[in-house]
């Protein structure tokens, strides 16, 4: 891991934030070293998931580092709000990848504006381009966060088949599904889908690789 921001770090002189995944893929390290890594590493700004970040919090403001939990419901954004996370992502079921929630972005952006005021709010989940921001300010967030959107990129490491793969997918072509478990049971995710190879069943691609379960953390 100090690797690899060792790495950004010599791509960009800009800012940089590491996701820890709090509750995901059983690994040898528990999260908490992921942690001890990113304040040893001044990393900016630590972004927490699928779990209580309160623990974290304290230890990371000590050192200069600003903490975002990113939640899926109301009563999750207050815990993060509680525990003094300085923004919070409102994560829509129409996000890819990994999902923490149920309840579609428009309706759950406001209500988490509205539950944490003043602590900032970004949203996440279906957002692709500036229309979808201009949507989410109007919702009260302060921010939007693009995920998928990414994956086409030319800094994407994803293969160039799967790359060509999420540019011709429609709105219609995606699943919520656990299909894609791989140590981290009862975690739902949106995928893409292709037609049926056979009568046993659908071919599938997960959209998000940034909440991908082979890693409990990924730098960004």
């Given amino acids: 891991m100090k690797e690899r921001i060792k790495r950004l770090r010599s791509l960009t002189s800009r800012p ?3 996701n820890v995944l709090l509750q995901g ?3 040898p390290l528990p ?3 992921f942690v001890d890594v990113c304040i040893e ?3 900016q700004v630590l972004s927490f998931f699928w779990g209580d970040p309160t ?3 304290e230890k990371a403001h000590k050192a200069g580092t600003k903490v975002c939990d990113q939640v899926g419901s109301v009563s999750a954004a207050k815990r993060a709000q509680q525990a003094g996370a300085d923004f919070i992502i409102a994560q829509g079921i129409e996000a890819g990848g990994h999902v923490a929630g149920t309840v579609s972005t428009m309706v759950l952006v406001p209500r988490v504006v509205d539950s944490v005021a003043p602590t900032p709010v970004v949203a996440a989940g279906g957002i692709a381009d500036g229309r ?3 949507a989410a300010l109007a919702l009260g967030a302060d ?3 693009l995920g998928t959107r990414l994956l086409a990129t030319t800094e994407s490491n994803a293969h160039e088949i799967y790359k060509r793969k999420i540019l011709v997918s429609s709105e219609e072509e995606t699943v919520h599904t656990t299909l894609f478990g791989n140590g981290w049971p009862n975690a739902p995710h949106t995928a893409r889908y292709e037609p049926p190879l056979s ?3 659908w071919r599938m691609r997960s959209v998000a690789q940034n909440n991908a379960p082979t890693n409990r953390s990924s730098a960004k």
Avoid: F, M, N
């Fill in 25 to 27: 893929p059983q690994l």
């Fill in 16 to 18: 940089l934030g590491v």
């Fill in 132 to 134: 979808g921001l201009a």
């Fill in 31 to 33: 999260e908490a070293a």
């Fill in 41 to 43: 590493e001044r990393i």
């Fill in 143 to 145: 921010a939007a966060v």
């Fill in 55 to 57: 623990p974290y919090v």
């Fill in 199 to 201: 009568k046993s069943g």
